[in-house]
C-alpha cells in the first residue's frame, strides 16, 4: 500500500520574540473587547509577527500611555470608550478622517510621530447598510449618545443626507453642541435634541448603557417606545444581545449589534498599521467565534 503524506496549513503565528510588533486597544471598561481576537487572527493569516493586546487605560492617564506605547515602538493602537475625543489633543498629526468626524478610534506610530485617523464613521455606515439594509438618504434617525462615537456618528448619518436626526444625551448640551455642528455643514438635515414626536426608521445606540447586565436601557421608553423605531443598532456587540435588543425585538423591531462595525473599523486599522490589505473573512470568523461561541 502507498504512503501518502498529507500537508495540513494552519494560520499559525509565530513565536513572540525581539522581533514581534505590537498593536494594543486602550479603553475604560475593556475586558469585554473583541479586538484582539480579530487583530490576532489577522495577523495570523498573513503569518505576520505581530500581536495585539487589550490595554484598560483610564482617561487621566491616556496621554501617559499613548507616549509610553510610542516610546516602547508599538506599530499602533486603536481606542475606545472613553478615550476618542480626548486623544484629538495627543497626537503629532490628525488624518482627514480624523478632522472631518472630530474623534480618533485608530493611531499610527511612524517617523512623523503619533498620528490619529478615525476608522469609525464609513464602518458604521457600512454595517448599518450590511446588516440592516438600511437606506440612509431620507431616514429619520434617533442617536442616543453625544461621545467620541456618538459624534462621529451623527456627523456621518448628516453626511449621508438623513432626512432628520434626533440626538438624545444625558448631558442636553453635549448634544445641542453636535446639533450646531450639523447646522452649520449640513443644512438640508433637520437635527433636534429632543425625542422624536413619532416613528423613525432606525434607532442607534452610541452609549455604553447595555455593556453589563444590570445596566438599564440607554432610552426613555416614556418618552419614545421602542415600537416606533423600525430598526434599532447597538454599536455594543458584547454581550451580542444586549438589553436594548432583546426590548427591540420583543417590540418588533429589526435588530443588529456592532459587530460588523468592529469588523470594518478594525480592517482598516489593520491597514493603516500593516500596509497590507486586511484579511476580512479571518476577521470576522474569529470575532464570530468570540462573541457568539458562549451567548
Known amino acids: 500500500m502507498a504512503a501518502y503524506k498529507v500537508r495540513v496549513s494552519l494560520s499559525v503565528q509565530p513565536a513572540i520574540n525581539a522581533a514581534t510588533r505590537l498593536c494594543a486597544v486602550f479603553g475604560s471598561p475593556i475586558k469585554h473587547s473583541a479586538s484582539p481576537a480579530m487583530h490576532n487572527a489577522a495577523f495570523a493569516a498573513l503569518g505576520l509577527n505581530w500581536r495585539y493586546v487589550a490595554c484598560e487605560v483610564d482617561p487621566r492617564r491616556l496621554r501617559a500611555a499613548i507616549a509610553g506605547a510610542q516610546a516602547m515602538g508599538f506599530a499602533g493602537l486603536n481606542l475606545t470608550v472613553p478615550h476618542k475625543l480626548l486623544a484629538l489633543e495627543m497626537v503629532d498629526v490628525l488624518d482627514d478622517s480624523a478632522k472631518c468626524w472630530g474623534a480618533v478610534n485608530t493611531i499610527r506610530f511612524d517617523e512623523q510621530g503619533a498620528t490619529g485617523f478615525n476608522t469609525d464613521a464609513d464602518a458604521i455606515v457600512t454595517s448599518l447598510r450590511e446588516d440592516l439594509s438600511a437606506q440612509l438618504r431620507g431616514a429619520k434617525v434617533l442617536l442616543l449618545g453625544a461621545g467620541g462615537a456618538g459624534r462621529t456618528a451623527a456627523l456621518k448619518l448628516a453626511a449621508e443626507n438623513v432626512a432628520e436626526l434626533f440626538l438624545v444625551n444625558r448631558t442636553r448640551g453635549k448634544a445641542e453642541a453636535i446639533a450646531g455642528e450639523i447646522r452649520k455643514q449640513f443644512k438640508s438635515v433637520k437635527v433636534s435634541t429632543a425625542y422624536p414626536p413619532g416613528a423613525v426608521d432606525l434607532l442607534l445606540n452610541a452609549t455604553s448603557l447595555g455593556l453589563r447586565s444590570e445596566d438599564a436601557l440607554p432610552l426613555d421608553e416614556r418618552q419614545f417606545p421602542l415600537h416606533r423605531a423600525r430598526a434599532v443598532y447597538d454599536m455594543i456587540y458584547r454581550p451580542a444581545e444586549t438589553p436594548l435588543l432583546h426590548a427591540a425585538r420583543a417590540a418588533g423591531c429589526q435588530t443588529a449589534n456592532g459587530l460588523g462595525m468592529l469588523l ?32
Open 264 to 295: 470594518h473599523q478594525g480592517a482598516r486599522a489593520f491597514e493603516i498599521w500593516t500596509g497590507q490589505p486586511a484579511p476580512g473573512a479571518a476577521m470576522r470568523r474569529a470575532l464570530e467565534d468570540s462573541i457568539y461561541k458562549n451567548s
